[in-house]
T-cell receptor
Framework: KQEVTQIPAALSVPEGENLVLNCSFT??????LQWFRQDPGKGLTSLLLIQSSQREQTSGRLNASLDKSSGRSTLYIAASQPGDSATYLCAALGHSGGGADGLTFGKGTHLIIQP | NAGVTQTPKFRVLKTGQSMTLLCAQDMNHEYMYWYRQDPGMGLRLIHYSVGEGTTAKGEVPDGYNVSRLKKQNFLLGLESAAPSQTSVYFCASSYPSREQFFGPGTRLTVL
């Protein structure tokens, strides 16, 4: 059974810093890995999707990497802003059900950017 | 495009009552999913569907039923609600093995 772990569980940094959020997964047989953002009381917003054949994806100040062999992904946020404050979720799409198993989620990193 | 929509947004039920949550997507996605989110547990898959007329169980299916009579709609039913089903329910849709898009969620409280 796939397990996804996110470290740290919470992080508070001053505005302007670059930061890295970590995600690890136990089963390397994945179709893809997706990073989401969730604001309090809101739904999930997809940030980046990395297919299993890719090493990284970039969108604006965000960069996500994937190392299947070690079971790790990182989300890099450059020049953090107070508006980046949210919970960030990492989720892996399993391979066993032909891509239809659904995502296995980590419990998230609660990020606070101090003005 | 509205993306993925869910109704209702909020609901309070008494133990033993029944209800149906509706999910609709306008992206012509084949796959649709129902997840629940609980504090300390993260998001977990309840049921999913790979196409019209087909459904399958996920990680936590007990106490729920689903139906997908039309490609764009995926219904989640609670026949006899229990306090343990108090949660936030999210629907998602995708093309096979592609990015999943989530709805805004339904907050359900069972008293």
């Amino acid at each position: 059974k796939q397990e996804v772990t996110q470290i740290p569980a919470a992080l508070s940094v001053p505005e302007g810093e670059n930061l890295v959020l970590n995600c690890s997964f136990t089963d390397s047989a994945i179709y893809n890995l997706q990073w989401f953002r969730q604001d309090p009381g809101k739904g999930l917003t997809s940030l980046l999707l990395i297919q299993s054949s890719q090493r990284e994806q970039t969108s604006g100040r965000l960069n996500a990497s994937l190392d299947k062999s070690s079971g790790r992904s990182t989300l890099y946020i450059a020049a953090s802003q107070p508006g980046d404050s949210a919970t960030y979720l990492c989720a892996a799409l399993g391979h066993s059900g032909g891509g239809a198993d659904g995502l296995t989620f980590g419990k998230g990193t609660h990020l606070i950017i101090q003005p | 495009n509205a993306g993925v929509t869910q109704t209702p947004k909020f609901r309070v039920l008494k133990t033993g009552q029944s209800m149906t949550l509706l999910c609709a997507q306008d992206m012509n996605h084949e796959y649709m999913y129902w997840y629940r989110q609980d504090p300390g547990m993260g998001l977990r898959l309840i049921h999913y569907s790979v196409g019209e007329g087909t459904t399958a169980k996920g990680e936590v299916p007990d106490g729920y039923n689903v139906s997908r009579l039309k490609k764009q709609n995926f219904l989640l039913g609670l026949e006899s609600a229990a306090p343990s089903q108090t949660s936030v329910y999210f629907c998602a849709s995708s093309y096979p093995s592609r990015e999943q898009f989530f709805g805004p969620g339904t907050r359900l409280t069972v008293l």
